[in-house]
């Protein structure tokens, strides 16, 4: 089993749409987590951190439970400009341990 | 520079061939990482350094691997006798401080074919 786990996809959604990807993680002592953007054949760009109360920034929603070891991100209002992967990413035992990525594709 | 650069960005080697791929961090960044992404895939931790001092090297796949930092900027990764699985892109990344716990910044990475 994978450290961190996502739903590969690819997602494809209309503009405007709201999209949610999934993650889970599998080591209980994890500290920090993120969530990173990849545009195709580009490097990974850090989104936005996530933090245990939930945290918002513009149209993105990060959740994280600990007891479920589960984070998510939320896009509200989709826009074309929003097609990318988008890679959870765990800090374990010091190590920041990259999920395969979830890819989206918005669409007119 | 403004930010982590890599060289080459491709680079095509036969079976068996060594390659050393390079890579310069921010200026004044502490931590370097070495990463390593096969084509659908997320990012695969290779090694850290902190300054010159390589902390953890324990994802590099095999002795075949060897990566440095001597003077604590440049760093470079050594693939010797490579082999086909060795394929992917392999990305650098720095961050201001020491630990994993800051924002890391990538380079645009080097793309290893090997024949």
């Known amino acids: 089993r994978k450290e961190v786990e996502q739903d590969p996809g690819p997602f494809n959604v209309p503009e405007g749409a709201t999209v949610a990807f999934n993650c889970t993680y599998s080591n209980s002592a994890s500290q920090s987590f993120f969530w990173y953007r990849q545009d195709c054949r580009k490097e990974p760009k850090l989104l936005m951190s996530v933090y245990s109360s939930g945290n918002e920034d513009g149209r993105f929603t990060a959740q994280l439970n600990r007891a479920s070891q589960y984070i998510s991100l939320l896009i509200r209002d989709s826009k074309l400009s929003d097609s990318a992967t988008y890679l959870c990413?765990?800090?374990?035992?010091?190590?920041?341990?990259f999920g395969q990525g979830t890819e989206l594709s918005v669409k007119p | 520079g403004a930010g982590v650069s890599q060289s080459p960005r491709y680079k095509v080697a036969k079976r068996g061939q060594d390659v050393a791929l390079r890579c310069d961090p921010i200026s004044g960044h502490v931590s370097l990482f070495w990463y390593q992404q096969a084509l659908g895939q997320g990012p695969e931790f290779l090694t850290y350094?902190?300054?010159?001092?390589?902390?953890?090297k324990s994802g590099l796949p095999s002795d075949r691997f060897f990566a440095e930092r001597p003077e604590g900027s440049v760093s470079t990764l050594k693939i010797q006798r490579t082999q086909q699985e060795d394929s992917a892109v392999y990305l650098c990344?720095?961050?201001?401080?020491?630990?994993?716990?800051?924002?890391?910044?990538f380079g645009s990475g080097t793309q290893l074919s090997v024949l």
């Open positions: 990413v765990v800090n374990t035992g010091g190590k920041l341990i």
């Open positions: 990344a720095s961050s201001l401080a020491a630990g994993w716990g800051e924002k890391l910044f």
């Open positions: 350094f902190q300054n010159e001092a390589q902390l953890d």
